[in-house]
T-cell receptor, first 114, second 111 residues
Framework: EAQVTQNPRYLITVTGKKLTVTCSQN?????MSWYRQDPGLGLRQIYY???????DKGDVPEGYKVSRKEKRNFPLILESPSPNQTSLYFC?????????????FGSGTRLTVV | QKEVEQNSGPLSVPEGAIASLNCTYS??????FFWYRQYSGKSPELIMS????GDKEDGRFTAQLNKASQYVSLLIRDSQPSDSATYLC???????????FGSGTRLLVRP
């Protein structure tokens, strides 16, 4: 089944404790992206990657890191999480023709930083 | 001005009615338009795409595009309580090479 897999689905952590949210897709998509979604603010792009070893900042990159060492994986790293990073996170991917097919989203990760 | 604008709602319609959801966008050169449905706490799910002016129908859903007016809409016929969700309009930014999302319209279908 074609899908984007995120883990974990739920995570509660403490301020300052480094964490990684994993994202993997099995569709051989070139493009991958991370979003956060907060009430009233909609989906905001954090980082995106056009292909292996190519990443760039989205609209709200502060406090986040990413890497793209393999085509299928695009982990999101929070080096020192803070309470304002409590949010619902989505990973998404698309083929090079994303303009034609849109994005496929992962199931989401609900992160709480206390 | 936001790049993609939607009324946040909620839009409340009775079961069986037609729900009409609207979206405007600012980039005149945009060519691809999408509607996603998102249930609370779940991920967005693609339900319609449209690329040409006019209407595109898929079951109970009809997407409408008017590039001259920079306007996209989604009609849901015979609305069901299970259609209650937030509907996200998304526009492919040809200059930014990414999907740009509106903040969504919450639809409530009353039994």
């Amino acid at each position: 089944e074609a899908q984007v897999t995120q883990n974990p689905r739920y995570l509660i952590t403490v301020t300052g404790k480094k964490l990684t949210v994993t994202c993997s897709q099995n569709m051989n998509h070139e493009y991958m992206s991370w979003y956060r979604q907060d009430p009233g603010l909609g989906l905001r792009q954090i980082y995106y990657s056009m292909n292996v070893e190519v990443t760039d900042k989205g609209d709200v990159p502060e406090g986040y890191k990413v890497s793209r060492k393999e085509k299928r994986n695009f982990p999101l790293i929070l080096e020192s999480p803070s309470p304002n990073q409590t949010s619902l996170y989505f990973c998404a991917s698309s083929s090079r023709t994303g303009r034609s097919y849109g994005y496929t989203f992962g199931s989401g990760t609900r992160l709480t930083v206390v | 001005q936001k790049e993609v604008e939607q009324n946040s709602g909620p839009l409340s319609v009775p079961e069986g009615a037609i729900a009409s959801l609207n979206c405007t966008y600012s980039d005149r050169v945009s060519q691809s338009f999408f509607w996603y449905r998102q249930y609370s706490g779940k991920s967005p799910e693609l339900i319609m795409s449209i690329y040409s002016n006019g209407d595109k129908e898929d079951g109970r859903f009809t997407a409408q595009l008017n590039k001259a007016s920079q306007y996209v809409s989604l009609l849901i016929r015979d609305s069901q309580p299970s259609d209650s969700a937030t509907y996200l309009c998304a526009v492919w930014g040809d200059s930014s090479y990414k999907l740009i999302f509106g903040s969504g319209t919450r639809l409530l279908v009353r039994p």
